[in-house]
Structure formats: C-alpha cells, structure tokens
C-alpha cells in the first residue's frame, strides 16, 4: 500500500469511528475492500471535478445532418408548366420523378392543348413515349384552362401543341425512375 492508500485508509477509519462502526473498520483493515473503497474515492472526486469541463467540451452539438440528406437533390413529385403567348412551353424541359403529376395552366388569350399522341404529330419527331406510356391528349384547353398528367412511366416524353406545332411549340419532359 503507498502513502496515499494509507491515508485514504486513515480518512475511512475516521469516518467510520466516528459513525461508531469499529468493529467494521477492523474487518476491514488489512483487506482489499478498504482500498478500493479509497481509490473509488479518488476517483468519484476526480470525476466531479472533471465532469463540468469535460462535460462541455463533449456535449452533443445540435446536427443538421439528417435534415440535409433527407432534402438532397431529387426529381419533384408535382411541377407546373405554363403556355406563353409567344407559343411555348414554360420551362420547355423539365425533369420529375416516377408518379408525379404536371399541371399544364393556359395563361394566355388562345386555345391550346397538351398533346403526346405520334399519330396526331405532323412530324413524328414532335411526340415521344417510353415504350409502355399510354399517349395522352388534353384536348382544346380555352384560356384560364388547367390540365393535369400523371407520369408513372421513367423515360423521355416529347409533347407538343396541336395548333402550334409547327410553330415550334414543343416540349421535353423527363421522368426518373
Ligand atoms: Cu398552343
């Protein structure tokens, strides 16, 4: 035993005696159980003292992380297109994930309409399908007109106006898996 034990043991002997515990104290004495009891002392003390520094240097910070991964870049599951009075598609290429529904708004003073249909294309090269898509035609939407498709099919759409296909208004849009 070292000078420290010692005295720890002499700090336990007198706490002791003075809870009236003698005959502990010499069941004790010259064992093992009376050190431990002293170096566990030292060591919950070493702890208190430690604990509110140490304490704050390894407090948990807030994170963010979990938040961030779950906004990480993805195709939308809805998106808006909108009919411009100068004959076009807004955006005119647009990308969404598997199952989301587009919503076509005429916001301009003349009919058009939605249309992926090849047959219904002057030039076939206006309309495209993933293999498996139904086409699909919204008919003359009057201005003010909305018009929705849902698009469970991953693959590259072209669609276009009936009434101004020609005039190039034409549109992509791309559905990820
Ligand atoms: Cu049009």
């Given at each position: 035993?070292?000078?420290?034990?010692?005295?720890?043991?002499?700090?336990?002997?007198?706490?002791?005696?003075?809870?009236?515990?003698?005959?502990?104290?010499?069941?004790?004495?010259?064992?093992?159980?009376?050190?431990?009891?002293?170096?566990?002392?030292?060591?919950?003390?070493?702890?208190?003292?430690?604990?509110?520094?140490?304490?704050?240097?390894?407090?948990?910070?807030?994170?963010?992380?979990?938040?961030?991964?779950?906004?990480?870049?993805?195709?939308?599951?809805?998106?808006?297109?909108?009919?411009?009075?100068?004959?076009?598609?807004?955006?005119?290429?647009?990308?969404?994930?598997?199952?989301?529904?587009?919503t076509w708004t005429n916001?301009?003073?003349?009919?058009?309409?939605?249309?992926?249909?090849?047959?219904?294309?002057?030039?076939?090269?206006?309309?495209?399908?993933?293999?498996?898509?139904?086409?699909?035609?919204?008919?003359?939407?009057?201005?003010?007109?909305?018009f929705q498709h849902t698009?469970?099919?991953?693959?590259?759409?072209?669609?276009?106006?009936?009434?101004?296909?020609?005039?190039?208004?034409?549109?992509?849009?791309?559905?990820?898996?």
């Amino acid at each position: 035993m070292t000078a420290d034990d010692n005295a720890a043991c002499g700090r336990w002997e007198v706490v002791l005696k003075k809870m009236g515990n003698i005959r502990l104290v010499r069941a004790l004495r010259g064992s093992q159980v009376l050190l431990r009891l002293g170096m566990l002392a030292v060591v919950v003390t070493l702890m208190a003292a430690c604990g509110p520094s140490s304490g704050s240097a390894t407090a948990p910070t807030a994170t963010t992380s979990a938040g961030a991964a779950a906004s990480a870049p993805a195709a939308p599951a809805a998106a808006s297109v909108s009919m411009t009075d100068a004959l076009r598609f807004e955006p005119a290429t647009l990308t969404v994930r598997k199952g989301a529904t587009v919503t076509w708004t005429n916001g301009t003073s003349t009919v058009h309409t939605v249309t992926d249909d090849p047959s219904k294309a002057a030039n076939k090269a206006d309309a495209a399908l993933p293999s498996g898509a139904q086409s699909w035609d919204s008919g003359n939407l009057n201005p003010g007109q909305t018009f929705q498709h849902t698009f469970d099919t991953p693959g590259t759409y072209k669609y276009f106006c009936l009434p101004h296909e020609s005039a190039g208004m034409v549109a992509t849009i791309t559905v990820t898996g």
